[in-house]
Structure formats: C-alpha cells, structure tokens
C-alpha cells in the first residue's frame, strides 16, 4: 500500500485511492464540489487542488490517483492561492441571491465561500444569465445558480440508469438540461436534490418552506416501501416539512426513492383526527370513552370465533403485537396480517425474507426475477441491481411481463411455465444459473398473491435448492416484499393461528355471515365491499378505504408520529423515531389497543413501551438484534400443487400512490400525473 | 448565445439516411470495434448534416442516436458542443467569418461589414430568401492568407471589401468562385510570386 505525506502526516492507504481520499483519511479536509465518491470522478470543479511536491502546477486531489512517497500540501500558499482562484471564477457567474435561494444554510458554495473565498469580485462584465428548466413536479430549477459540477448528470446517468441529462452546449454557453423540455423520468431522480451542491437545483415542494436552522432533525426509518430505507424526518412544530435521506451502507447508501422523499405532505391531508361512529348511517365524530363503549356494547357476547383482525402495510410492530394479544384475549384465531392474500409461509423465516441482503447482491453473479418489478416495488435495491450490473459478470433475467428496469435484463417467459422449465432444468438459461458461482433469485409478491401461489413459492425454493443457491455463507432465495409491516407481522406470528382464517377465509366469512366484527389495523389494500355486513373496526391514521368503510374510526399515529419497530424485507430490525405529534385525538397505535382492552375486560400486560418490547422479544428473538439482518435457517416451506401457466402480474401499476400516505399527498398526485403524461407522450412521438 | 433549445425551429417530424449516406453510415461504425460504435457519432451526425440542408434536426440527433444505440441526450450534448453543427436552418451559402487576430489585424471588420451592408443581415441571420447566413467564428487556421471567410465547405482567402461584395455577387449569380486566395496566389505563396530560392546563388561556392 502506498505511503504518502499529507500536511506532514504520514499515511497509508490502498492502491487506487484518490489523493482527496487520503487526505480525508488523514482527517485532512479538502474544499470540493464535483467529487462525490458514489459517483464517477469528474474532476471538472477544480476547488480540490492542492499542491504536490515536485508536480509543477497544483493538482486536482480527487481524479490523482495516490502513489508512494507522495506530499501533499493543502494548506501551503500554493494551493491557497489556487483553491482561491478557483473559488473566484466559480462566483463568477454565481448570482449573490443567497437570501432569496432555499439551498442557503445548508449550501457547498455558501460555506466554502465563508471558508475560502475573497471578500470581494473583482469581475466587473455582466453575468451569464440560463433559463430555467422543468425537471417534472419535484425538481425546482436555477439553472444561473449552476456551477457545472454535472454531479447530477453523472447519477442519472450511472446511479438511477436513465440517461436523461446533459450538459448541452460548451464554454460560457454549456447548460445542464434535458434539451428537449421532459421531466426525468427516475424513481429516484430527487436525489439529485440532495447532490446539487449549490442552489441549482432545489425541491419543488418544499420550495421558500423553512431554513434548515429552523427544522428539528429526527433519524427514522422509511414505511412506504419494504427496504427500510434511513431517513431524515425535519420537522418544525407540528409539520413533517421534509424527508432526507440517512446514511446506510447496508441498505440505501446515501439514496431514497422520491416517494419516500415527497409522500410526505399526505401526512397533513385526510388526517384521521378523532374517533368517530357511525350511527344512522353516517360516520359522527365521538370521545374515544364513547367509541370504545360502541365497541364494548357490540362486541358482548360475540364469540371470538366469530372475529377477525387484518393488519395492513404500514403497521408497526408494536401495534401488531398488541392487537394479536388482544385478539387472543378475545378467543379469535382468525388474523392476518398478509392483506394482499399472498401465499407467503409463516413456518420457516428463510421463506419469507430477503436472504442474500441488499447489500449481498454486490457478491451475486447472476439473479432470476420471478414476478416482480423492482424498479417500482423497491426502487432502492433495483439500484443495487444496476450497480452490481455496471460492475460487470452479472447475469441478471426475469420471468414475468417485460418491463424496463435500467439494465438489460434476459426475459425468460412471462408466466411460471418458465420457472417449471428451469426447475426441469430443460430452459436454457439453466446452464447460466447451474455454472453461476453465486446465483440469486427475487421472487415478487406479483408471484405469490395467485392461487397457485403456495406452488409458485415451493417451485422457487426446489430451484433455489437445485441451483446450489443455498448453501454455507451464501443463501440466493429472496422474497422482494412490498409493504414495511409484512415481515414484521409474521415474525410476530400474526397468522392464523390453530382452525384459525387467514384474508381470503375472513373475508369469506364477512360475506357468509360467519365473521361478525372485523378489526382493520390499518388495512386499506382489501375489498372493503367483500366485508359485507360485518361490524368494521378501522385504527388507522388516513380517511382511506377502511376508513369509509368502518363502523368505528380509532385514530391512530403515522410512522413519523411514533416511536416504532419496523422489519425490512431482509428482516432487519429498524427503529422509527417520533418526530412529531399525531394530530388532534389521534393517538400511538399501540396504547389505542392497550385502552381498548381495559374497556373490553381484557387488559394487556404492559403500560410502556419498554414492557412492550420485552414482550416482542418473547414473542420472537430477532428483535433483540437492532439494524442487523440476522441470517435465517433453511427448511421447508410452499407447498407443490398445480400451476396456472397465466402470466405473472406486477403488483404496482401506479408507483407514486400505493398506500394510504402517498394517496393523500397532492405531490404524488402530481407526479402520478407528469409521468402519465410522459408515457402517453412517449407512445405518440416514439417511432 | 444561445443554444438551440431556446429558439424555436420548425423540426421535420422524421429523418432517414438516403441508402447511399447508410451505405457510408454504416462504412464508419465498422470502423471501430463491436460495443464502441457510438465512436462513429461525429462523421455520422456530419453525414445527416449534409444530407439535410447543412443543418441538424432533431429528428436525425435521434436517429443517430438510436442507430448507434446512443442515449439521446449523449448525441444532443455532442451536436451542441461543436459549432460545425448547426441546429438551425442556414442559408444555401452558409458563411462563417473569421474575425480572430490575425483576421482582425488584417481587416476582417471591413469584411463583416461588407457582408452586412451586401446582405442586409447582421451577423447570426439568414436572408429572407434562404441564400445567405453570416457567422462569426473563431480561427479558421489560415491565418497566413487572412481575412478569411469560410462559405459550406471552400475557403475564400486575402478578401477585402471589394472582394467580399464580388464573392456574394458571384454567388447571387449561381456560380461557383474558385476557392482559395482571391489575389490569385498559390496556396500560401507570397503575393506576387516566389520571393526567395529564386535562383541557385546560395549553393555558389559549394561543391
């Protein structure tokens, strides 16, 4: 490993670092703003220069490669004077409108100004002057405000996989653009937000909404989708303002999904605020004393047999647990917590997680999709696919309609007659997987919500099995789950329990008459009209499809309105933290359920949160292990029956509104609108 | 300046190469190796200049593009990085004039003008009838022969006013000026003949 001297300290770093790397490891800072080191060096800024003995002019740190015996200065008059130059010609063109730009507080060029700029222009021509873009409904533009750093161009390009910007032009007249007017077309494109290291480019909903001084930082976890991604809930007083992404290398690096990101402002619309009841007819506000002597007065003498409870996406643990107690205080072994119907098997845990782990894929070699999209279903992990795939020797196919997923993908059939091929191993893409060192499969819930879904997932584990992809300290099989509560809930065993129905049979039951009362945590995904004359329960926290259709609404909190357990589909266990109140009546899930059994006779063991989670941790070891995605033992699950040769459906047609969050929020509306617009438009001029 | 994108250009809705400008496209690709094809963008996207009207329409960025199985903004950044591309209708004659020092030091105002006052444009226009646009460009590199002005592909050498307004004139009238120095010396000769090795004296004395 090269050694190398930085401001007179001596390290030593591996072969192919980058001078700037160094210095960040000898904890050295050097000004920069093109350079980000999940991207493509640039080298175009140059405010990284420093000087290099025996190099004849400065040299821009981050695209030099280290060699030995290398010394470097970042502070010598040399490469103040350079950095100093540099900095003067970046403001150049860089208007002084810092009080009216929503970067300001939190902007690369406002504080390496502070620290390294002159205190005066010494430009007296007039500036350039660009006219603004429109990127679609979440980026905002700037475009006079660019430095030319092409941060955003290089993650579109390489990160988010669609090539969409440019830099258009060259010298005074180069622009960052589209050049033909479109909105980016990414699940992933407001990361370049977060990029721009100037006020280029900025977020259109949060626009002139708060200074970032003013906002009350909360780290949290992400509901919207199964990965889990870290995030950043800012708030002030009672209002998420915005979302930013958290650093983890194991499951979002340093990207979200802009439904994550802008979903959002749904937590203020369609709030459930208070408890109502419905009485003729019509859903009248109530005190919680009233609704749960409603539920009381309903529920006597109803025997627990004749009960069901459905938990939805976006519970959290907590609540899981205490409504599965509650329900078996009650004598009802008809629960679920699998809403969309999908043949997912509660026995063996290796069945139902993401075993290879998001960060895993970067060691797999090849990867069969079964049924799933996951540029929509996890935008996050389907980047991970694309890196894997940019570094090279991945073979990555699909069986399933074809979609574009950023990568080329081999398309092996549409429908499970392609998987029976493989399991055969009469397909031809067999021999791809038998000589892969490290194969991989993602089965998708598009797979498993048929009926023949029990059978889908015992052939996905025979392949699994057959392709050598479990063995000793690599496991392939991987279930892409698309909603944050699911893994939680069958750790927590909220399944059926012994003579017990799962949805299909409760819902069943709604429409023969043999379910009577049926407790929705948050369930919005079901046929409200298959409940048929059941008394409905809703706890949620959005006016949805149960909702509409309860007899009593318990308001409950949003994910940024309590502190809660989540499991992301590899079974990480994530905390989310509380970054502000739930509004009104509205109160955390799971102390909604601890009063409701003291009103109904039956009070649950705990009164804190604490004594909760000691009690989850009875209920299932792997919440001991925090943030760690824990490998689970093979076995058996599915069970082999019948295939239907129907072709698989993806299960999200709409990306931006697939919960009851993104549905209120007007800014996926937007989005939903921009991107429909795009496609239509796409299918008009694309000859 | 402004780039393309802000000015509106009535676009023709499609574009393809005539066989002989594919048989020619496809002569280039194979020029490089399989999986680099997207080298060949320059000499293809100057092919499809050629063939429509000395300018670039978007639909032949596209097809060009997609040909060589390029992004489409890669192929808009290359077309709007080089000025020899033109994403503007220009004139049948299409003059770029070199007003760079050596040209500038050797009159090349005096031929601006001349092409303004002959024309009735100002530099960056087209005549109403779409025989003429004037451009200002940066070194040609023939300074040896400046002012210079360069109309498609012929460069026109020593111009002056006078000589300026004959060459439009000539032009007007449908012919063909002989290119280069319009004093009439070889290639980049001294004016009035060849100045020195004008005879053998040098090598007097010598064995």
């Known amino acids: 490993m090269p050694k190398l001297t930085i401001n007179g300290i001596a390290v030593e770093v591996p072969v192919g670092t980058t001078v700037l790397q160094a210095c960040q490891q000898a904890g050295v800072e050097v000004a920069h703003f093109c350079f980000h080191e999940r991207l493509a060096i640039a080298g175009n800024c140059r405010m990284c220069l420093v000087e290099q003995e025996k190099a004849p002019k400065p040299i821009a740190s981050c695209a030099m490669p280290v060699a030995e015996g290398m010394v470097i200065h970042t502070d010598s008059d040399k490469a103040k004077k350079a950095r100093h130059g540099v900095m003067e010609f970046l403001l150049i063109n860089h208007p002084l409108d810092c009080p009216i730009c929503d970067q300001g507080g939190e902007c690369d060029l406002q504080d390496q100004a502070m620290a390294y700029g002159f205190d005066r222009g010494r430009f007296l021509e007039n500036k350039r002057a660009v006219k603004d873009k429109d990127f679609g409904p979440l980026v905002a533009t700037s475009m006079t405000r660019c430095i030319h750093c092409t941060r955003c161009v290089r993650f579109l390009t390489d990160v988010a996989g669609v090539e969409e910007l440019g830099a258009t032009g060259r010298g005074e007249s180069m622009e960052i653009g589209t050049y033909i007017e479109r909105a980016l077309t990414s699940e992933l494109s407001a990361n370049i937000i977060d990029l721009c290291p100037v006020g280029a480019l900025t977020s259109k909903p949060y626009a002139f909404s708060a200074r970032p001084w003013e906002l009350r930082k909360t780290e949290s976890v992400d509901v919207l989708d199964a990965v889990g991604s870290n995030i950043r809930i800012d708030s002030r007083g009672p209002q998420v303002l915005r979302v930013l992404p958290r650093l983890n290398e194991d499951v979002n690096e340093e990207w979200i999904s802009d439904k994550t990101r802008f979903a959002v402002d749904g937590l203020t619309r369609r709030r459930l605020d208070r408890p109502y009841v419905r009485r003729d007819g019509k859903l009248v506000e109530a005190e919680w004393s009233e609704a749960f002597a409603f539920i009381a007065g309903r529920l006597k003498g109803v025997p627990g047999g004749r009960m069901a409870a459905i938990a939805g996406d976006l519970v959290d643990c907590e609540a899981m647990l205490a409504l599965k107690e509650l329900m078996a205080a009650l004598g009802s072994a008809n629960l679920d917590c699998r809403q969309d119907g999908a043949a997912l098997d509660p026995g063996c845990r290796a069945g139902y997680l993401f075993n290879t782990t998001i960060a895993g894929i970067g060691q797999a070699d090849a990867c069969l999709l079964i049924g799933t999209n996951p540029r929509r279903e996890a935008p996050i992990l389907n980047a991970r696919l694309r890196k894997r795939w940019l570094q090279g020797g991945f073979k990555p196919a699909a069986i399933g309609p074809a979609v574009d997923l950023t990568f080329p993908v081999a398309m092996l059939g549409t429908g499970p007659g392609a998987l029976l091929a493989l399991v055969e191993g009469k397909h031809e893409w067999w021999s791809t997987l038998q000589t892969a060192k490290n194969p991989m499969l993602i089965l998708g819930q598009g797979a498993l919500t048929r009926p023949d879904g029990t059978a889908i997932l015992a052939l996905a584990r025979q392949l699994a099995e057959r392709a050598g992809m479990v063995r000793d300290g690599w496991n392939g099989f991987n279930l892409l789950h698309r909603a944050a509560a699911r893994v939680g809930g069958l750790d927590l065993g909220f399944v059926p329990g012994p003579g017990g129905r799962g949805t299909a049979g409760i819902l069943g039951g709604c429409e023969s008459g043999e379910i009577e009362i049926v407790y929705l945590l948050g369930a919005d995904e079901i046929d409200a009209r298959r409940l048929g004359q059941a008394f409905v329960i809703y706890q949620g926290h959005h006016g949805d499809a149960g909702a509409h259709r309860a007899d009593v609404v318990l308001p409950g909190a949003a994910y940024t309105e309590k502190d809660a357990t989540y499991v992301n589909t590899e079974g990480r266990v994530q905390l989310g933290r509380r970054a502000v109140f739930p509004p009104g009546d509205a109160r955390e899930d799971w102390k909604i359920l601890r009063a409701l059994s003291d009103a109904l006779g039956c009070k649950l063991p705990y009164d804190s949160l604490p004594q909760l989670r000691k009690r989850m941790l009875v209920a299932n070891q792997v919440f001991a292990g925090l943030d760690e995605a824990t490998p689970a033992p093979w076995g058996a699950f599915g069970t082999a029956g019948p295939i239907d040769a129907a072709p698989f459906v993806y299960p999200i047609a709409d990306f931006y509104r697939t919960d009851p969050v993104s549905r209120a929020s007007p800014t996926m509306a937007a989005c939903a609108a921009a991107m429909g617009a795009e496609t239509r438009q796409k299918t008009g001029t694309h000859g | ?207």
């Open chain 2, 1 to 207: 300046m402004s780039t393309a994108s802000d000015a509106p250009v009535e676009q023709p809705g499609s574009f393809a190469f005539t066989p002989e400008n594919l048989a020619k496209a496809q002569a280039h690709i194979a020029k490089y190796p399989p999986g680099r094809q997207a080298s060949a963008v320059l000499p293809l996207l100057d092919l499809a200049q050629r063939q429509h009207d000395n300018w670039l329409p978007r639909a032949a960025m596209d097809a060009v593009a997609d040909m060589l199985a390029m992004a489409r903004i890669r192929v808009y950044e290359v077309a709007t990085f080089y000025s020899m591309f033109n994403l503007k209708p220009v004139g049948r004659h299409f003059f770029q004039i070199c007003t760079t020092t050596p040209c500038w030091l050797r009159g090349s105002e005096e031929v601006v003008r001349a092409c303004e006052r002959k024309l009735g444009i100002t530099i960056g226009e087209t005549t109403p009838d779409g025989q003429f646009s004037l451009t200002e460009v940066e070194c040609l590199g023939a300074c040896v022969n400046a002012p210079i002005i360069q109309v498609n592909d012929d460069f026109y050498e020593d111009l002056d006013g006078a000589a300026t307004e004959r060459l439009i004139d000539a032009l007007r009238r449908g012919e063909a000026p002989k290119p280069g120095s319009v004093k009439g010396r070889q290639t980049s000769a001294p004016e009035g003949g060849p100045q020195t090795l004008t005879d053998l004296s040098f090598a007097e004395g010598k064995p």
